[in-house]
Every structure is written in C-alpha cells, then in structure tokens.
C-alpha cells in the first residue's frame, strides 16, 4: 500500500545539472531513511545517496561533492540535486524508502520503478 514515484530523470551532456525527485504515497506513519540508487546496463545496483528522518546523510565516494540529497518530510518527498554529471553517471535511478505503515509496527522497504538519466560527451 506504498508507492514510490520518481521524476526529473532525462539527458543532459556532462557537466550539466539535474534535480531528481521522488514522492511517497499510501499508508504511512513514518518513513525512516531514504535514499536514491542507480543501475546501469549489466551492472549492479549501487548506493548514490541516503538521507535519515532527521536529515543525516551518506554518498557514494563517486558522487561526494557533486550530488545533494535533501526531504521534505511534510511532502514525504526526496530529492537529488546532481551536478557537474559525467557520462560515468549515466544508469537508472532508483528510489528507495524505509516505511512504517503504523506506530509500532515493523519497517518495510519499497522502490520507486527508477527514471532515466543519460549523460552524453
């Protein structure tokens, strides 16, 4: 009964910007961390960024300096800012939450279906 939505994805040539966001819908008390991963053709799905309800937050060494990771617990709402993008960047974007469907109860993972981003040379 989550669901996770991603949007701003698209291409860009490198050194360019983007602002990825996802929102979060359904039966919610409480989302705990949250965090965006990438997937490229015939590779593993990676970490970029995570961020805690209270806003702590963790990078991928790849991405340090270049990508922010922000919420808006009121929208139930994640963000990626990312900037100066190499075509290395290039994968499908993924959002990931930590939900609490009720007080008390136990966390649940959920993805969002991912938005493509394209780095060209």
């Known amino acids: 009964q989550v669901q996770l939505v991603e949007s701003g994805g698209g291409s860009v040539q490198a050194g360019g910007s983007l602002r990825l966001s996802c929102v979060a819908s359904?039966?919610?008390?409480?989302?705990?961390?949250m965090g965006w991963y990438r997937q490229a053709p015939g590779k593993r799905r990676e970490l970029v960024a995570e961020?805690?309800?209270?806003?702590?937050?963790n990078y991928a060494d790849s991405v340090k300096g270049r990508f922010t990771i922000s919420r808006e617990n009121a929208k139930k709402m994640v963000y990626l800012q990312m900037k100066n993008l190499s075509p290395d960047d290039s994968a499908r974007y993924y959002c990931?939450?930590?939900?609490?469907?009720?007080?008390?109860?136990?966390?649940?993972?959920?993805w969002g279906q991912g938005t493509q981003v394209t780095v060209s040379s």
């Open positions: 990931r939450a930590g939900v609490i469907a009720g007080e008390g109860s136990n966390e649940f993972f959920y």
């Open positions: 961020i805690t309800s209270d806003g702590s937050t």
């Open positions: 359904g039966t919610i008390f409480r989302i705990n961390d």
